[in-house]
């Protein structure tokens, strides 16, 4: 089976720098899509970062409040994807969960899969 498995998390103060980690292990014959999401406390989850696998190449994107400050990239020989999260604010505060579209068998079928999240505490 499939799992997503997130680290890098911690306590950080303003304009400090974190990198985060989501490992996908388990059967993987292909993976369409990793995301990172963000849920502040008291809030719903949101997208903060999304790393595609196009018709015409690999693609990235981000919410408004993250641009220029994070970075998603992928390890593909890992199964991994990382956000490099540089000038952290206190708004960034919350945990940050991967999410992953994963085809688990040769069939051509992806299915979706949450990681468990990991704390992110930045302070001012």
């Known amino acids: 089976q499939v799992h997503l498995v997130e680290s890098g998390g911690g306590s950080v103060q303003a304009g400090g720098s974190l990198r985060l980690s989501c490992a996908a292990s388990?059967?993987?014959?292909?993976?369409?899509?990793m995301i990172w999401y963000h849920q502040a406390p008291g809030e719903q989850r949101e997208l903060v970062a999304r790393?595609?696998?196009?018709?015409?190449?690999?693609?990235?994107d981000y919410s408004d409040s993250v641009k220029g400050r994070f970075t998603i990239s992928r390890d593909y020989a890992k199964n991994t994807v990382f956000l490099q999260m540089n000038s952290l604010k206190p708004e960034d505060t919350g945990v940050y969960y991967c999410?992953?579209?994963?085809?688990?068998?040769?069939?051509?079928?992806?299915?979706?899969?949450w990681g468990q999240g990991t704390q992110v505490t930045v302070s001012s």
């Open positions: 999410n992953a579209d994963i085809r688990p068998t040769i069939a051509f079928r992806y299915y979706n899969y």
């Open positions: 388990g059967t993987i014959f292909g993976i369409n899509a």
């Open positions: 790393w595609d696998s196009g018709d015409t190449g690999d693609t990235t």
